[in-house]
C-alpha cells in the first residue's frame, strides 16, 4: 500500500469505491449517464435529484439501481418545492447513499434515512453546523467552500479546513470547493480529508451529455467571473448561488428587486417569494445546461473553472488527478527527508 492509499483509505472504506473523488450533484448535469460513466471509472457519483418531478425522480434512481454495480449517491435539495415527496420514494429505495444539499437537513431526516439502511452525508458550512450535524447522527461530513459552484455557503475552503477538518475526526469528512488538480487533492489529503469533491471539472468531460455551448462558456471562463449571486433582503432568504457572469445573474437581480416590491405591497408571501427564487435558479440552468442557452441561461460552476481549458475523458481525469498527486506526495516525502 503506497502513502496516497493510506491517506485515503478511510475515505475508500467508507464509500466502497477505487478512488474517494466525489463527482458533486449538479442539477440537470448529474444524470444517471454522468453518475454510471464515473463509477463505472471508479470513483463516486451521485445522482442530483433537484426539483425533478417525482416520476421522473424515481425513473433515474431506478435505472441507476439496475445499472450501476458499484455504491453511489442520490442528492437531495432540502429546499426545493419536490423535497419531501423525492425524500418518501428515495426512502424505499435500494439506494446506498443519500446527499443532503441545499440548506441543512433536520434530525428526523437524517434519522429517517439510516433507518431505512442508507449512509447519509450532508454539507457543512461552518463549526456550528458541523457539530449539528453529527449531533444528528450525520455519517459523513462534506465540507464545502465558498469557491464552489451551485448552491454554497459564505465562508472558505481555507477557513473551513481549520475551522472543521482540524477539529473534528467523528466522521469521515471530504472536502469540496476550487479543488481542480491532484496536487492540491494530494495536500488536502495529508491534512486529514477522507477524499474530495469535484464538480465543475466533471462538466469538462466526453461523458457529460450537457449542451456543448455549455461547456465552450466553461472553457472560456476565467475564475473570476465565477461569481456569487446576492441577497437584495434579508425577508427573501437567498441560498447563495455561484456561477459564470451573464445576463440571466442581472436577470436575477431585477426579479428579486421585483419580488421585495410585491412584498411590500402584500401581493407575495415570504414564502411564495423564496419558491419564485428557487424556481428561477432551477429553470435557468436548465435553459443553459440542456438548451444551450449561455446568456440568459444559468451557468452553474465554481471558481475552479478558470483551472480547465479542455474536455476529456472521465478515465483520463481521474489518472491525470492519480499522477499529480502521487507527484505531490514524492515531492513532500523528499523535502520532509532531504
Same mark, same amino acid.
Given at each position: 500500500?503506497?502513502?496516497?492509499?493510506?491517506?485515503?483509505?478511510?475515505?475508500?472504506?467508507?464509500?466502497?469505491?477505487?478512488?474517494?473523488?466525489?463527482?458533486?450533484?449538479?442539477?440537470?448535469?448529474?444524470?444517471?449517464?454522468?453518475?454510471?460513466?464515473?463509477?463505472?471509472?471508479?470513483?463516486?457519483?451521485?445522482?442530483?435529484?433537484?426539483n425533478?418531478?417525482?416520476?421522473?425522480?424515481?425513473?433515474?434512481?431506478?435505472?441507476?439501481?439496475?445499472?450501476?454495480?458499484k455504491?453511489?449517491?442520490?442528492?437531495?435539495?432540502?429546499?426545493?418545492?419536490?423535497?419531501?415527496?423525492?425524500?418518501?420514494?428515495?426512502?424505499?429505495?435500494?439506494?446506498?447513499?443519500?446527499?443532503?444539499?441545499?440548506?441543512?437537513p433536520?434530525?428526523?431526516?437524517?434519522?429517517?434515512?439510516?433507518?431505512?439502511?442508507?449512509?447519509?452525508?450532508?454539507?457543512?458550512?461552518?463549526?456550528?453546523?458541523?457539530?449539528?450535524?453529527? $449531533?444528528?447522527?450525520?455519517d459523513?461530513?462534506?465540507?464545502?467552500?465558498?469557491?464552489?459552484?451551485?448552491?454554497?455557503?459564505?465562508?472558505?475552503?481555507?477557513?473551513?479546513?481549520?475551522?472543521?477538518?482540524?477539529?473534528?475526526?467523528?466522521?469521515?469528512?471530504?472536502?469540496?470547493?476550487?479543488?481542480?488538480?491532484? $496536487?492540491?487533492?494530494?495536500?488536502?489529503?495529508?491534512?486529514?480529508?477522507?477524499g474530495?469533491?469535484?464538480?465543475?471539472?466533471?462538466?469538462?468531460?466526453e461523458?457529460?451529455?450537457?449542451?456543448?455551448?455549455?461547456?465552450?462558456?466553461?472553457? $472560456?471562463?476565467?475564475?473570476?467571473?465565477?461569481?456569487?449571486?446576492?441577497?437584495?433582503?434579508?425577508r427573501?432568504?437567498?441560498?447563495?448561488? $455561484?456561477?459564470?457572469?451573464?445576463?440571466?445573474?442581472?436577470?436575477?437581480?431585477?426579479?428579486?428587486?421585483?419580488?421585495?416590491?410585491?412584498?411590500?405591497?402584500?401581493?407575495?408571501?415570504?414564502?411564495?417569494?423564496?419558491?419564485?427564487?428557487?424556481?428561477?435558479?432551477?429553470?435557468?440552468?436548465?435553459?443553459?445546461?440542456?438548451?444551450?442557452?449561455?446568456?440568459?441561461?444559468?451557468?452553474?460552476?465554481?471558481?475552479?473553472?478558470?483551472l480547465?481549458?479542455?474536455?476529456?475523458?472521465?478515465?483520463?481525469?481521474?489518472?491525470?488527478?492519480?499522477?499529480?498527486?502521487?507527484?505531490?506526495?514524492?515531492?513532500?516525502?523528499?523535502?520532509?527527508?532531504?
Amino acid at each position: 500500500m503506497d502513502l496516497l492509499d493510506k491517506l485515503w483509505k478511510k475515505g475508500k472504506d467508507f464509500l466502497g469505491v477505487e478512488y474517494p473523488i466525489l463527482c458533486g450533484a449538479m442539477t440537470w448535469v448529474s444524470t444517471f449517464e454522468l453518475v454510471k460513466a464515473v463509477s463505472d471509472n471508479g470513483a463516486f457519483g451521485i445522482l442530483a435529484g433537484g426539483n425533478m418531478p417525482p416520476e421522473i425522480f424515481e425513473q433515474e434512481v431506478d435505472k441507476c439501481i439496475a445499472n450501476i454495480k458499484k455504491p453511489f449517491a442520490v442528492n437531495l435539495i432540502t429546499i426545493a418545492p419536490n423535497f419531501k415527496t423525492q425524500y418518501e420514494i428515495l426512502k424505499k429505495k435500494d439506494v446506498p447513499f443519500v446527499v443532503f444539499a441545499g440548506n441543512f437537513p433536520k434530525r428526523e431526516d437524517v434519522v429517517g434515512m439510516k433507518d431505512a439502511g442508507k449512509k447519509t452525508l450532508a454539507f457543512a458550512s461552518n463549526d456550528t453546523s458541523a457539530h449539528q450535524q453529527i $449531533r444528528f447522527g450525520i455519517d459523513a461530513l462534506v465540507l464545502e467552500g465558498n469557491e464552489a459552484g451551485g448552491h454554497i455557503g459564505y465562508v472558505t475552503l481555507m477557513i473551513l479546513l481549520q475551522q472543521v477538518l482540524f477539529k473534528f475526526n467523528e466522521v469521515p469528512i471530504f472536502v469540496a470547493g476550487g479543488i481542480g488538480t491532484g $496536487r492540491m487533492m494530494a495536500n488536502l489529503l495529508l491534512m486529514g480529508a477522507a477524499g474530495v469533491q469535484l464538480g465543475t471539472r466533471f462538466v469538462l468531460t466526453e461523458e457529460c451529455k450537457v449542451h456543448p455551448s455549455f461547456k465552450k462558456a466553461f472553457i $472560456r471562463a476565467h475564475a473570476r467571473h465565477a461569481i456569487a449571486a446576492p441577497q437584495y433582503d434579508p425577508r427573501i432568504p437567498v441560498v447563495a448561488v $455561484r456561477s459564470i457572469k451573464n445576463k440571466g445573474t442581472e436577470e436575477f437581480g431585477r426579479i428579486q428587486l421585483e419580488l421585495i416590491r410585491k412584498l411590500e405591497e402584500h401581493k407575495v408571501t415570504k414564502e411564495e417569494a423564496q419558491f419564485e427564487v428557487e424556481s428561477f435558479w432551477i429553470g435557468a440552468l436548465k435553459k443553459a445546461a440542456i438548451d444551450g442557452d449561455v446568456e440568459h441561461g444559468s451557468l452553474m460552476a465554481g471558481q475552479s473553472v478558470g483551472l480547465f481549458h479542455d474536455v476529456k475523458p472521465i478515465k483520463q481525469v481521474l489518472n491525470d488527478l492519480m499522477t499529480e498527486a502521487r507527484g505531490e506526495i514524492d515531492r513532500i516525502k523528499n523535502i520532509v527527508n532531504s
